[in-house]
T-cell receptor, first 112, second 114 residues
Framework: QKEVEQDPGPLSVPEGAIVSLNCTYS??????FMWYRQYSRKGPELLMY????GNKEDGRFTAQVDKSSKYISLFIRDSQPSDSATYLC????????????FGQGTTLQVKP | DGGITQSPKYLFRKEGQNVTLSCEQN?????MYWYRQDPGQGLRLIYY???????QKGDIAEGYSVSREKKESFPLTVTSAQKNPTAFYLC?????????????FGDGTRLSIL
């Protein structure tokens, strides 16, 4: 079993839809949680960075962490064609070397 | 502009050849990382360095080597011992204030076998 599981998709939605992207993990020691967006042939770009449980909002993006269920989510409101990309979740242990464990990535397509 | 520069964007390797991928950052970050990305497998850590002249193996270090002689630079050599080198290689860096600073990535080098 992988430490971090992410549905690879692809996920296709119409423009304006609410998108929910999810990851589950097995190691309860993870404390820091990130979402990256990666366009084709580019490096991942940090979207959201959260510590421990709770919600964090930034514009159309909301990151949610539920440590009791070992489950994290990224919600995208009013999705746009420019949101079409691969979304990677990542997490790390508290006080560790900064080593990140990544999910496999979910490919999202937003159709105009 | 501050950022991470990886070069070249595309690289081809012949059998038995070593190749070196460049990674330079001007973010004044102490920590630097190399990842390999394969389709459907996410990113896997090859090597990381928290400070100049020090580095540690990641999960898939076999067939790779690194050096960290300068804070700004963390080159990765893919040796002939790496039998399946075709992949997208990503370099990242992060601040050292608590190692859990978020990592920022370059735009990658795509390595293929001739």
């Amino acid at each position: 079993q992988k430490e971090v599981e992410q549905d690879p998709g692809p996920l296709s939605v119409p423009e304006g839809a609410i998108v929910s992207l999810n990851c589950t993990y097995s190691n309860s020691a993870f404390q820091y949680f990130m979402w990256y967006r990666q366009y084709s042939r580019k490096g991942p770009e940090l979207l959201m960075y959260t510590y421990s449980s709770g919600n964090k909002e930034d514009g159309r993006f909301t990151a949610q962490v539920d440590k009791s269920s070992k489950y994290i989510s990224l919600f995208i409101r009013d999705s746009q064609p420019s949101d079409s990309a691969t979304y990677l979740c990542a997490m790390s242990l508290s006080g560790n070397t900064g080593k990140l464990i990544f999910g496999q990535g979910t490919t999202l397509q937003v159709k105009p | 502009d501050g950022g991470i520069t990886q070069s070249p964007k595309y690289l081809f390797r012949k059998e038995g050849q070593n190749v070196t991928l460049s990674c330079e950052q001007n973010l004044n970050h102490d920590a630097m990382y190399w990842y390999r990305q394969d389709p459907g497998q996410g990113l896997r850590l090859i090597y990381y360095s928290q400070i100049v002249n020090d580095f540690q193996k990641g999960d898939i270090a076999e067939g790779y080597s690194v050096s960290r002689e300068k804070k700004e630079s963390f080159p990765l050599t893919v040796t002939s011992a790496q039998k399946n080198p075709t992949a997208f290689y990503l370099c990242a860096s992060s601040g050292r204030d608590g190692y859990n600073q978020p990592q920022h990535f370059g735009d990658g080098t795509r390595l293929s076998i001739l």
